[in-house]
């Protein structure tokens, strides 16, 4: 038996910290609400091991789930994952001569971000989930000390807000990915994902959050959809650019030729 309900939204209670006594530990606990523990092995959890921050799953059953734009999986796709060949860079309407400035209203664990931002956008990050906008923030910090990701971590820029709320200047794309129940359940669908789905819970307001979005962007929109989901608000986007199991809907607002946006070679 699952021991996460498929109906329920997680709350985290307790953070988790065997190292000794930190004072940044101790604030981020206060910030979140969160009861500072020695360990916690009946309930997901907020986990610091003295060099990142996660979220720890009960009895063990599967690794913590954690921002790494450093290594692993996220340093393999900026080095092979196809560059400007990447379906998000493409509906983004990015090019080495086209750059532009990218809003991510609903930036989770900031994986599209970051890709933008390794292509040389300039990439401000929103979060509204507490918890998350943490995870974000502890991977962003570690980004920026690392050889590897600084100079893709100076493109980036993490905001905590709701962005239905925003009052910001306009940003030439603005980017949504918004989250939404799951249809159903397979083995494809990893148990730490689910669990995170059910921490985040789903955005019941993405319609409004792309009235929003079009208010913002000056060049164009674009949501990120499951295949075959309907069009958000049901307004039908001025193209999509679809594949195996997703599609990126693309509202555009007035042309991205190159000349108009800052170019890789500061142009």
């Known amino acids: 038996m699952d021991i996460y309900s498929e109906n329920d939204v997680v709350t985290l209670?307790?953070?988790?910290?065997?190292?000794?006594?930190?004072?940044?530990?101790?604030?981020?606990?206060?910030?979140?609400?969160?009861?500072?523990?020695?360990?916690?092995e009946d309930e997901l959890a907020l986990r610091?091991?003295?060099?990142?921050?996660?979220?720890?799953?009960?009895?063990?059953?599967?690794?913590?789930?954690?921002?790494?734009?450093?290594?692993?999986?996220?340093?393999?796709?900026?080095?092979h994952g196809g560059g400007f060949g990447q379906a998000v860079a493409k509906a983004c309407g990015l090019s080495p001569r086209v750059l532009p400035k990218v809003l991510d209203m609903t930036a989770g664990l900031g994986r599209d971000g970051f890709v933008l931002a390794s292509l040389g956008s300039e990439v401000t990050l929103v979060e509204r989930q507490p918890i998350v906008h943490a995870l974000l923030a502890d991977g962003l910090k570690r980004a920026s000390v690392s050889e590897e990701a600084q100079a893709i971590a100076q493109r980036l820029s993490l905001v905590k807000a709701d962005a239905s709320e925003l009052a910001l200047?306009?940003?030439?794309v603005v980017y949504l990915?918004?989250?939404?129940?799951?249809?159903?359940?397979?083995?494809?669908?990893?148990?730490?994902?689910?669990?995170?789905?059910?921490?985040?819970?789903?955005?019941?307001?993405?319609?409004?959050?792309?009235?929003?979005a079009l208010e913002l962007a000056s060049?164009?929109?674009?949501?990120?959809?499951?295949?075959?989901?309907?069009?958000?608000?049901?307004?039908?986007?001025?193209?999509?650019?679809?594949?195996?199991?997703?599609?990126?809907?693309?509202y555009a607002i007035r042309s991205m030729a190159p000349g108009k946006f800052r170019s890789s070679d500061g142009e």
């Open 13 to 40: 209670r307790h953070l988790i910290n065997a190292e000794e006594q930190d004072s940044l530990v101790s604030e981020l606990a206060a910030e979140l609400a969160l009861e500072v523990v020695a360990q916690s």
């Open 48 to 79: 610091w091991s003295g060099e990142r921050l996660s979220l720890h799953f009960p009895q063990q059953q599967q690794g913590d789930v954690f921002v790494d734009f450093v290594g692993g999986a996220m340093q393999y796709r900026v080095k």
């Open 169 to 172: 200047q306009p940003f030439e």
């Open 177 to 212: 990915d918004p989250m939404f129940p799951e249809r159903k359940k397979s083995a494809a669908v990893k148990k730490e994902m689910t669990a995170f789905h059910q921490l985040v819970g789903t955005d019941d307001d993405a319609d409004i959050l792309l009235t929003k």
């Open 219 to 250: 060049h164009r929109v674009v949501v990120k959809r499951p295949k075959g989901a309907p069009f958000l608000a049901n307004r039908k986007p001025s193209q999509s650019l679809t594949g195996k199991s997703g599609r990126f809907d693309i």
